[in-house]
């Protein structure tokens, strides 16, 4: 397993932008595919992005297609998501999780983040 810890969100208007930053511990980084969840008061966690090992693949629910972007680097065992254009529907706790493949199913995921809460207003 690997350790990891969001930061960057914070309070936004709508029609803003944020990039999360997910740091890992570790040196198998590099060996997981990654993903961003989020999680609205009152709703269950839900799908947002994820990245193959590589950062060659990337998967992205669509509620958040075109708006949003999921990066790595290897390098800094970082993964980032961009989020464009966004809208108060997309107030929630992020979360950023490893697996040992590239997928959008929350139980695959063995590791997780505290989350970071990301608002934005209308």
């Known amino acids: 397993q690997v350790q990891l810890v969001e930061s960057g969100g914070g309070l936004v208007q709508a029609g803003g932008s944020l990039r999360l930053s997910c740091a890992a511990s570790?040196?198998?980084?590099?060996?997981?595919?990654m993903g961003w969840f989020r999680q609205a008061p009152g709703k269950e966690r839900e799908f947002v992005a994820a990245?193959?090992?590589?950062?060659?693949?990337?998967y992205y629910a669509d509620s958040v297609k075109g708006r949003f972007t999921i990066s790595r680097d290897n390098a800094k065992n970082t993964v980032y998501l961009q989020m464009n254009s966004l809208k108060p529907e997309d107030t929630a706790v992020y979360y950023c999780?490893?697996?040992?493949?590239?997928?959008?199913?929350?139980?695959?995921?063995?590791?997780w983040g505290q989350g970071t809460q990301v608002t934005v207003s209308s």
């Open positions: 999780a490893a697996a040992k493949g590239l997928t959008g199913w929350g139980p695959e995921y063995d590791s």
């Open positions: 570790g040196r198998t980084f590099s060996s997981y595919a």
């Open positions: 990245i193959s090992w590589s950062g060659g693949n990337t």
